[in-house]
């Protein structure tokens, strides 16, 4: 399992957005997180796996920016994006299982195609009764 080191991500400090009063206006608590995949130590197999996902999060550049601006802190900012980029990051490492195409048994087929007889009898059973 891969573990993001913080000589490989970039931090600065930026305003956040939203309410605060006038507190919001004088203190860059807001962290932007820039982490270059090309340039980090991944393995190139998730390097490609994590520049193929469709995510606007990564630009064209191969540069993931992350935005944290939750807390009022700047601690817990720069915590919070290292968490979302080592979530990013470990979604990617997770293979997904390859699918195989199966047949239907013989039994399913018949138990299926018997279940359907009997219910069309059924509904028509519900008809108007003709004399």
């Known amino acids: 399992m891969y573990r993001v080191t913080a000589s490989e991500v970039e931090f600065s400090a930026i305003r956040a957005q939203g309410p605060g ?25 998730y390097k490609e796996r ?6 606007q999060r990564i ?15 700047q601690e817990q ?4 994006a290292l968490r979302r980029l080592q979530e990013l990051i470990d979604s990617i490492t997770i293979l997904p299982t390859v699918r195989r195409a ?16 009997t219910h069309s009898l059924q509904k028509q059973l519900r008809g108007k009764v003709s004399v």
């Open 77 to 80: 900012n720069k915590e919070d």
């Open 50 to 55: 994590l520049l193929a996902l469709r995510d």
């Open 59 to 73: 630009s064209k550049d191969g540069v993931v920016v992350l935005k944290a601006q939750q807390s009022r802190s």
């Open 21 to 45: 009063g006038q507190n919001v206006n004088k203190v860059s608590c807001a962290i932007h997180l820039r982490f270059d995949v090309a340039g980090s130590a991944l393995p190139d197999a």
């Open 102 to 117: 199966t047949k239907p048994t013989r039994g399913s087929q018949r138990r299926r195609l018997d279940s359907k007889s």
